[in-house]
């Protein structure tokens, strides 16, 4: 596999591939390695564009990364709108492209995007009111241009199951984690449902030390979700279900689960709701092309994956975390050309960061607005200018990609599918969230906990883990097991996290 | 106008302008902006437009943002096969 | 909000506007729509935006076909296009006995003036190639089809609004008072109003609304779920109900195939919120009606509210007990009324005469045990013989 883009010479990190198997890709035969997710075997392959936009034809390419967008979705195995950033890649699949013709590379219907006057939303009740006959014309070929994916031809098989355990824990990243390890530990059966195929969520792509005093642990992200990981696979009445999709908490008070071929009704005693937070995209002209990448979404891509995005990395941010972003990359022995931060200069906390950076050869600049990416089918560079020049003048940066990192907004909706009450907040012009209403204990009703960045505090890594701890042992104490220790644990935990939330 | 678009809802192809002018156009609620535009609807459900939607429209419309009613979510919050769901023993098989 | 007007219609949803609309444009009155939440925010935008008339029951039949034919000018008339299409209703049955109620109405149907017949099962296979096998057969109304729920709720709303109807979404209804058996007002939370009409249009809450002028209506509120599916390339053009399933769908012009069942031990309930229960039943009905539908996905789920009367069929029309209340509720297939239903109530409140295609569904009708039953629906729930 000579053309594959993989980072194999990672400073940091070592990638294990599994044995490489033959794909098809429109009918071209492609190598890719088992298990790997299809978009990665794709990508490396040297594909960019993995969908077009469903107005607009827009072409589009891997965004999130972790299967919540529709930039990435194919026709796999016969199967319409397939996320192929979460779908593991299996031997002699078949994989389309959907909605474009000829190519996705070159789609004739692109040309919408200069007709677009016409095509405002709502168009269609403003238009073909008369003749009647018109409309029906109209109307077949708006069908036609419309819908993404073709109906499968095959059925699909789920097997029924289900079950009842003490906890369920709902997200296995470190809060999810640590709040399984300490119900577990308490006693209690519990049952951790991670959609993705490991657990740690983003812990896994992070290659800056982390400091978690609770287990005495300093080191790269990456391994402290492997060591966390292996801690909780010892507890014997803990069940792991990994590439498992929580998708719904239902008035019946039954919990909808899906898994491989296995479709699980669990009706938990309680339940955690640890499923951390979205990326948003940041608002600028063409911040759809592909090429630019959520945060997270390229950390998958690079450090998850093992993919390399290109040579030259420009990061727009609106935190202070863009600056860690840019030093994984970094990290990946990729220069980093530009940070463009929103915010002035005197808001920037982690001036540690900035300087490593700042020497490492990367400019950044701040008070940006940006003014559109640079590209037609793949981005190609930015261009911005400080809001304090009057003038506008824009500075043009040229790259390879670029990484976006906008607020992250709490994924909590299982939380607001009961009835529990709740309220949008807005922290700054760049940091909003949607929080629950919760206890010290983490308790948002009864037997019902949230933890980590699902409660709407986007903390750091340890409040995430105090945070599952306090929920963990809630759980364990609601089932009226063994107390007084737990209730110590957890007023030391909640004292903890106080004493981290004032610093 | 032309190529240069600042996309919010990547599913419908929704722009900032398209959601401003909406509002104007008198579709000045949240639910109704929903209906009218496409936005949460489409096949990430509002994962990669929510928030950014209800900026906008707060900016918009003057309505401050902590006081957007937060609605209830309908399920479910992953897409998922409707084979998954259907009892197979159910209905007569006819492949 | 004036505090005083000629007729004020509880209900900001498809049918109070469509009343609100038809009355102004014939008459003067001074009207005020007044809606707890955002416009549509009940039924009319959770329906299952079917269009048909081949129903099995005169009455039905004569007021539906004059509905569809209305639905063929209203994009004109409102100008608004509410993306009314006639591909086809197909009613399908599953088992013998459905298809012998289907064969026993069509003929009716068709002496109505519908346009619709019989289809086998190979001529289904046709039109419809993704249909399971395992039916029975069909009556196909080449007529009906269906619309675009939303734009019927905002073209009535704009046209009314351009009459000079004033429209209140977000204020409650308090309280109806009624003096010396007849209407004087209502109160809101945002203020008191006087007049001499009132119109219960207020869909699943339309039995609250008629107990507050102490007026009990035999309706109950039953909850349906619905779901639609990620876009899809078009696949299905007709719209389908199946009476064996309870269950109706069919495929939008965005490309989602959307659909809800009834599932069996229906229960009056209130409760907005989706269960577990019903999702079941409607994807084991979906798939085993489409079995192309396996591998698509679900994005949604939502819940609606459907008032049903014993007879499951509307009341239209005043109350003998309380003057000045006039009904447009209990309906079971709304959405497809909404132009009718207001052309021919406001007529009723303009002259004081009931028209006669209304007629039946007089709230007199549970008194004189008039009931209008029609075996072709697709609602189960509370038929009482």
């Known amino acids: 596999m000579n053309n594959r883009l993989k980072l194999d010479n990672h400073p940091k990190l070592k990638f294990e591939h599994k044995k490489t198997v033959n794909f098809y890709y429109n009918g071209h035969k492609m190598q890719g390695y088992e298990g790997e997710t299809v978009a990665s075997a794709l990508y490396a392959n040297g594909i960019r564009i993995f969908s077009r936009s469903f107005k607009y034809h827009r072409p589009r390419g891997i965004s999130c990364n972790s299967g919540h967008c529709s930039n990435c979705m194919m026709r796999v195995n016969g199967i319409p709108n397939v996320r192929t950033c979460s779908e593991p890649l299996t031997a002699e699949m078949k994989v389309e492209s959907q909605n474009a013709w000829p190519s996705l590379e070159f789609d004739i219907a692109s040309l919408a995007g200069y007709m677009d006057f016409l095509l405002k939303p709502g168009f269609y009740y403003k238009s073909f009111i008369r003749p009647r006959w018109l409309y029906h014309i109209w109307e077949n070929f708006l069908r036609e241009r419309a819908g993404i994916g073709k109906i499968p031809e095959k059925k699909i098989h789920y097997k029924q199951k289900s079950g009842k355990p003490d906890v369920l824990i709902i997200g296995g990243g470190i809060a999810g984690i640590s709040a399984a390890i300490h119900a577990a530990s308490a006693g209690a059966n519990v049952l951790i449902a991670e959609k993705e195929n490991s657990l740690g969520g983003s812990l896994r792509f992070q290659t800056e030390n982390i400091n978690l005093p609770e287990i005495h642990l300093d080191k790269p992200g990456y ?7 292996n801690m909780l696979d010892s507890y014997k009445n803990c069940q792991i279900f990994t590439s498992s999709a929580v998708f719904g908490w239902y008035a019946d008070n039954i919990v909808g689960l899906l898994r491989a071929d296995e479709f699980w009704e669990l009706e938990p005693s309680s339940i955690i709701v640890a499923t ?12 759809d092309l592909p090429g630019i990448y959520l945060g997270k979404g390229l950390m998958r891509l690079m450090n998850r994956d093992g993919n390399n995005p290109g040579q030259k990395a420009v990061v727009i941010t609106v935190n202070d975390y863009g600056y860690v972003l840019a030093q994984q990359i970094i990290n990946a022995g990729i220069s980093v050309k530009a940070v463009c931060d929103y915010r002035e200069e005197n808001e920037i906390g982690d001036h540690k960061t900035l300087n490593t950076l700042q020497q490492a050869g990367t400019k950044c600049y701040f008070d940006c607005q940006i003014q559109s990416a640079i590209g037609k089918k793949h981005v190609s560079g930015i261009s911005f200018f400080h809001r304090t020049n009057k003038k506008k003048i824009p500075t043009q940066v040229s790259c390879d990609f670029i990484c976006t990192n906008n607020y992250r907004a709490p994924a909590n909706e299982f939380i607001f599918q009961k009835n529990y009450t709740g309220s949008y907040v807005m922290e700054s012009p760049y940091k909003v969230s949607r929080k629950p209403e919760f206890t010290e204990n983490m308790e948002l009703g009864d037997g019902f906990y949230v933890a980590g960045e699902a409660s709407g505090v986007i903390g750091s890594t340890r409040a995430n883990y105090l945070q599952g701890k306090i929920a963990g042992l809630s759980a364990a104490l609601s089932l009226n097991v063994e107390k007084t220790e737990l209730l110590n644990g957890r007023i030391a935990a909640i004292d903890a996290l106080k004493i981290l939330h004032k610093s | 106008m032309g190529n240069n678009k600042e996309i919010v809802c990547f599913c419908q192809d929704v722009t900032k302008e398209d959601l401003i002018r909406s509002i104007d156009e008198g579709y ?30 707060s900016e918009k419309s003057g309505q401050p943002f902590e006081e957007l009613k937060v609605p209830s979510i309908r399920p479910p919050v992953v897409p998922i096969p409707l084979g998954a769901i259907a009892n197979s023993n159910n209905g007569k098989d006819d492949e | 909000m004036n505090n005083k007007y000629d007729v004020v219609i509880i209900g900001g949803g498809g049918h109070g506007l469509s009343l609100a609309y038809n009355l102004s444009k014939i008459s003067n009155l001074k009207i005020a729509v007044i809606e707890k939440n955002y416009l549509g925010s009940g039924a009319s935008g959770r329906n299952g935006e079917s269009i048909r008339s081949a129903f099995g029951h005169d009455a039905w039949i004569r007021f539906h076909e004059e509905a569809v034919n209305l639905w063929e000018t209203i994009s004109a008339e409102l100008k608004f296009n509410v993306m009314f299409t006639q591909c086809g209703y197909l009613v399908l049955a599953t088992s013998p006995k459905k298809m012998d109620v289907m064969l026993n109405t069509v003929k009716r149907q068709q002496e109505l003036g519908v346009k619709c017949h019989v289809v086998n099962k190979a001529e289904i296979k046709k039109i419809v190639p993704n249909l399971t096998t395992n039916i029975e057969g069909g009556v196909l109304q080449t007529s009906g089809g269906y619309a675009r729920h939303d734009a019927v709720v905002w073209a009535y709303a704009k046209a009314a609004k351009a009459l000079g109807v004033e429209i209140f979404p977000f204020t409650e209804v308090k309280s109806i008072d009624v003096k010396n058996g007849k209407i004087t007002g209502i109160i809101t939370d945002k203020g008191d109003i006087e007049t001499p009409i009132v119109v219960n249009s207020a869909g699943g809450h339309c039995a609250q609304i008629a107990a507050m002028a102490g007026i009990e209506i035999p309706t109950q509120t039953y909850r349906l779920e619905m779901i639609a599916t990620e876009p899809l390339k078009p696949f299905l053009k007709q719209y389908v109900s199946a009476l064996d399933q309870i269950g109706y769908m069919h495929q939008t012009a965005r490309g989602e195939f959307i659909g809800g069942t009834e599932p069996p031990n229906f229960l009056p309930s209130m409760d907005l919120k989706c269960t577990m229960y019903n999702l079941k039943d409607m994807a084991s009905k979906f798939v085993e009606l489409f079995p192309c539908l396996s591998g698509v996905k679900i994005m949604r789920q939502w819940t609606g509210l459907m008032p049903i009367a014993p007879d499951a069929s509307p009341i239209l029309g005043p109350v003998y007990d309380v003057e000045g209340f006039i009904m447009d509720c209990g309906w079971t297939y709304g959405f497809m009324a909404t132009p009718a239903s207001g052309k021919y109530l406001a007529q009723l409140i303009k002259t004081g005469n009931m028209p006669s295609i209304i007629q039946p569904f007089s709230f007199e009708r549970f008194k004189t045990r008039n009931f209008i039953i029609d075996p072709t629906l697709v609602v189960e729930a509370a038929i009482t013989e």
Do not use: H, W
Not at chain 1, 281 to 286: A, C, G, M, Q, V
């Open chain 2, 28 to 57: 000045d609620n949240i639910e109704t902006l929903k209906r009218y535009t496409g936005v949460f609807m489409g096949p990430c459900q509002g994962k990669t437009c929510g928030m950014n939607v209800l900026k906008i429209f």
């Open chain 1, 276 to 287: 951390g937070s979205y990326e948003y995209p940041l608002l600028f002209k063409n911040n």
């Open chain 1, 223 to 229: 391994e402290i979700a492997s060591e966390t990981a």
